[in-house]
């Protein structure tokens, strides 16, 4: 069995308010997020398929230009392969996203 114990994991600011814990498995990253009250994304794109998972707080996310304000255990956003996408953190948050293939800059 292999566990991956998140709190001994080193946290990573990725970008400012964005600090990041990754686990990789053989073919995905799991990136478990906290972010800062009002730390914004910039637009960005990657080859990546990636599953927005809101966990805690209020987080708009845009994808293509289309905009919506987060709930969490409710919404997930499927972000599709090269697509632009955005995001504002309304109040501070957690996200669990995940990307497929493995996110080999997050190693």
């Known amino acids: 069995m292999n ?3 998140l709190a ?8 400012p308010g964005f600090f990041a814990r990754m686990v990789h498995s053989g073919n995905m990253t ?10 914004a994304l910039p637009a960005h794109s990657h080859p990546h398929e990636q599953v927005v998972n809101l966990l805690e707080g209020t987080f708009e996310l845009t994808v293509n230009g289309e905009s919506r304000a987060l709930v969490p255990g409710n919404d997930v956003v499927v972000v599709p ?3 632009p996408h955005s995001g ?8 669990l996203d995940v ?7 997050y190693r």
């Open 30 to 39: 799991f990136t478990y997020w906290r972010i800062v009250e009002g730390s």
């Open 81 to 83: 392969p090269n697509a």
């Open 8 to 15: 001994k994991i080193e946290e990573r600011e990725l970008a």
């Open 88 to 95: 504002r953190a309304v109040t501070d948050c957690r996200i």
């Open 3 to 5: 566990v991956f114990e």
């Open 99 to 105: 990307f497929y293939p493995i996110r080999e800059d």
